[in-house]
């Protein structure tokens, strides 16, 4: 498993005044503010939820003989992607066109995205990283207290 820098929520401070309303999300490795974000908003670790959504994959039907795991990272850390192919799980669309079954998992510090997990058929199209396919399971929430991270994992 990969060791993902775990982030820090630090205060805002200016000219001795702390900044109640905002917070910093602090790289610790790079020693650098990844973002400022508002006070409801929650850090959402890729340290502990990639390892419990791996769980889950473990723990689910899905045969994972083969599957190939990706991580993709970006921004000093404030945005990563983590894909997880399934080649035992594929269907054809086409004369010798087949695609496997993926799981996405995203998740940004720097607030460019909601933690967002998709389950789809995708194939990618073009160099940009353009892809096409059909979702079939999709969780996404904005990094309030309301997020239910357990919950995406459950849909698993």
């Not at 929520?9 to 309303?21: A, S």
């Not at 096409?132 to 919950?151: I, N, P, W």
């Amino acid at each position: 498993m990969e060791d993902f820098i775990r982030m820090e929520e630090r205060p805002i401070i200016v000219e001795g005044v702390e900044l109640n309303k905002h917070k910093a999300i602090w790289n610790p490795e790079t020693e650098r503010t990844v973002s400022v974000v508002g006070s409801g908003y929650q850090l959402v670790q890729n340290a502990d939820v990639f390892p419990q959504f791996e769980d889950a994959i473990r723990l689910s039907n899905l045969d994972t003989n083969g599957m190939e795991r990706i991580v993709q990272t970006s921004h000093d850390g404030g945005r990563t992607v983590v894909s997880y192919d399934f080649p035992e799980h594929s269907i054809s669309i086409g004369e010798n066109d087949d695609v496997n079954l993926t799981l996405t998992v995203l998740n940004s510090y720097d607030t460019s995205w909601r933690f967002r997990v998709l389950g789809g058929a995708f194939r990618l199209l073009c160099a940009n990283g353009m892809i096409v396919g059909d979702t079939f399971m999709e969780y996404s929430g904005k990094h309030t207290a309301s997020l239910d991270t357990e919950r995406a994992i459950r849909n698993l």
